[in-house]
């Protein structure tokens, strides 16, 4: 569903822009609320981007989810991760329950196998040790040693969730920094990755001012002539190689 | 999907249980998770028992969420209420959030009007003064007087879902009294049933002997003599007309 | 400041509305926050409305919160009752923290003498079986036996507070029922009492209609059918004196 | 261990006094949590006053909390209510966990047989609809139907705990009202006793003036001149018979 | 109580488990909650096994818990560190209240030099800087600079207690990694350090499958055929010498 | 405010006492609750200590805290970093709201090139990866990326607020460490500095003794016969040239 149709330069951009950029652009827009909370890095990688797998869980129930489920290879969890297409972030709906984890270190090895871009829950996960030392992004609320069945029963894939608090519909864009995980929908990604772009460049500009003894009035935000000579650094810049920004 | 399934005497027998003796009769199953947490009863009528019919509701997104939605009838919100049949509860999933209201006065009286037996959410509903007074079973987590789109999104009707901590499973059995809502998996309800009601007829036994002053040693849990106590006064309550218990 | 500025049918409209209603001719103006969280009523009148006078607590130091400290007649706490004028409300900004009494059935008595119009705290208010039995609007998160000293310090009387998640400047409108409080930032409280008594009347229209049978689609939301009916139900209403509504 | 050692008049004093009343006299005393936060009164009587029974749990093992230990007549759940004495209460540490009942409308009703004063437990209670009707002093921080085994392992009698945050040894005084709990250390009981009933006398007083139009300003705290009048009105009273306060 | 009566491979077999391993061999004997819910690695030395040596705090009584108290050695907590023996792991029960430390760094040293496995308390520890660099097993929910005197009263020596929603009596193994820390009762040690050991060694085998491309189904769980492939592995690999798993 | 008023050796002795230290002889003058909760140093430089400058925000209004106010150069936010001195500590009160950031990495470098101390708030900040690299002292709840106006409103400067459940009043000294942040009021500073330098080097050689074996009683809380090998021991030391404690 990804690459197809979302346009090569919104990824660039994107890969130039934090959180808390992209987090700025979407209150622009009125979406005050698609940033993941109380969900981590928890991986070696940090930088996570790429398009929405989305897993559901609800409750267990103990009659239900005993041991031997994983037995058939259809189980939701587990057919969610073979389905995981180069690209994807599965991202689980764990009612942010950390009581056990979503997932662990096997799934997570899996998943990096076929190529997804990454991993994200808003409940926990096991093997925390191992996945800390993974070279693929990996997000969660909590570490817990607990089996997925103790707390979790999976159903449903590929169906609009929830993930800390933010509406995630499958194809969205998930992008992960650092700070945080934040949810930018699909029909808005292009646009909100040129201007995080361009945003980043200006901040750059700016924190160098700062950094170098200006004041905030003027500058943060920045006035008309500080716009000024901010423009004029772009068009110097830009003459250089690799410069950054929505060129 | 209920009436024809369940037998009638799976409802008699419900019908003379608390969401108490139900819940150790789960217990002794296995089931130790099936009382919803944080779910109170808030209106007039206090007696809930009918077949779950489910609504899922994500995090609301500011774009989508507007007040226009409601303009197309087929709104999940608004058609699960069209679809409620009777003798169902409608059970919804907010995910706990009591932000915002999931349903308000209208909802519940146009629901009461199709014959629901009741309404469940784990969030929080609106217009409680007016729902207080309503002579239909309606549990809730709070009161807010937000409008449902201020947080959330209703995305599905007729899905396994969770609800105040619980698996709730279209068809399984609601049972709601001024202490809990508990869900019995469909395929247990019967036996669940006719042994709940032989709880209550046995502990209102126990509580006689126990107000007449009998310690709880061989009393209750009761010895073999009080047993054959019991066995005798069931002989003898059984020959009035209109006695309960599983007959 | 309250009776000369705001017109005197803002108040009869506003007698007319529910904060379930006015929550959401707030939400239709982009504010979607006005409504406390965890605020309750607590006394045996529950319709409250009037203007904000805010005082505002920080956290307790031991040496500077013993008891002789309300010898001081310029104690906050108590001054600003003092200073309260009738139709005022005291708005207290007790961070949330019910551990201690915001105040008591003392101090509460004397604002009622004063002619306030109620007292809300985001807090918990101590001597609450006294306070129940007020005929004075009362609004708290909790009961707490403890005096406020243990965990408060009051500062501040007339600024900008947080009260239950929602910002109150000095004046806005506060309104509250037994579902919840709602604030009206003051220069939108005219056209939202207006609009808030109109949504009044079009729904006691609809629930009518509900009651009577009618489907959601087309009622509610009303569809052009069903708001012409209206409008013939509103002019056959209003020739009878006393009726609600924005005339 | 109660009534031979704490002198009558101490009752006497603390039936009129509030809890509100008595955390004061405890805060003078540098005692600042002994108000047990999260725990409510449950049933009709709304009136506690007895000496603490303590019972212990801690979390409950699948494997050892299984129906029939309570065929075990020693199991300190029920071996607690059976050494009860007359004006005991039973106090249960529950470690603030309401997801499962620490008792249930049986074990309440053997308890007010044996002529304990109350129960108090920070955890839930089940079969809550019977315990409101009872006409025995409950205590708890919320209900549930759950059996106390599924979360819950007793393990000791007679021993301090900590209940809704505050220590209880056994011996102390357990006041409570519709308010809170609070907990008076036993060696402080005879003055707490008779300060807090001065101190209720002196506030009724107080709250007369203040109904009648006194400021608070020279009223409340009293100066010299309101004292004056108040030890004049006291004289007055104490000509009464069965006038309150520490005679 | 320890080495004399678990059998030394017991340890070897720990020694190779993580406490996802060992939760999941508990789940599959019914135990559900035996890992402890918000206790994390502090220290440096993040491997603790050994056995439990329990200590119980209530709330802090102003009156009581002054700094004095310490001159006497026969304190609880003071005496609780110098009766731990080597081999075991001292467990504090703080309730889970953070808002004061359970222990600081001279205790945890004195502890350290008797030998002791660890620390675990499902409070808060102070002087964390210097805890975090020491060689010794220390777990903990939080930092926190106030004294134990703040909020913890110690009263109990090897009794059963709760510790991070875990039971835990004197004598169960205790097992922490990064991850978590995890109890197992003492008569289960020896065959869940067993099966965990073997469950590690088959794990490590499917990750090695999983890292070179396998797919979920047939290998995790793994089919007949990957069991067969397995087996063989085994009989390879315990040719070399030190390799580990359940010889 | 700070550096005429408080003598030079009270931050030479502080520079030596660690915020535990602080913490015990704040307890002494019997102040419990000086060092917030739930505020942890995330960058790189973890030694805070100046005096307080503080700021308080209220919850937002939609209406009101939109993009366009950071033009005003007065916007209370900015103003607080302008004024900042030298030696000032800004502490912020965001209510422990930790949904937005109260402030990101351009402003904390204004502060941090103004000369301040550093940066403290109860809320969140964003740009946290970049924040982290700083040699500023940065203490904080959370990370998030969302700005502050998404739940922030700037009101006031230099006001008594309150900042992870600590009062904070303009001047008070803040110090912080790798543990925490503790407050100490401006008048007790030369005191609690003093004698907290002096407890740190008895704690020194305290712990010195209980690495080399010493048991706890007679050596901590140290007897008369160890308080005199202190006393040598601290003699001998002070020969050496630089040698900390309050000379």
Known sequence: MADETLPPETWQWLAQASTATVTTQLFKRGLRRMHMVGVRPVSRRRRLMGEALT?????????????????????????????????????IDARGDTRAASAGHILATRLCQRGAAGLVTDGALRDMPAIAEMN??????????AMNLTVHHAVDIGVPIGCGGVPVFPG???L??????????????????????????????????????????????????TLEEYRAWVVARERRPGAPGPA
């Open 55 to 91: 897993l559901r869980y609800i409750p267990a129930r103990e009659d239900l989810d005993v041991v031997e489920v994983f037995q058939n290879p259809e189980h939701p969890q587990r057919r969610a991760i073979e389905l995981a297409r180069p690209g994807q972030v599965l991202v």
């Open 136 to 145: 693929f992004a990996v997000y969660a609320a909590a570490a817990s040693p």
């Open 172 to 174: 969205d864009v998930v």
């Open 176 to 225: 992960g920094d650092e700070e945080a995980v934040v949810v930018i929908p699909r029909h808005l990604a292009p646009e909100v990755a040129r201007d995080a772009a361009e945003q980043e460049r200006l901040e750059a500009f700016i924190l160098a001012k700062v950094e170098g003894g200006a004041p905030l009035p003027g500058t943060y935000p920045p006035d008309a002539q």
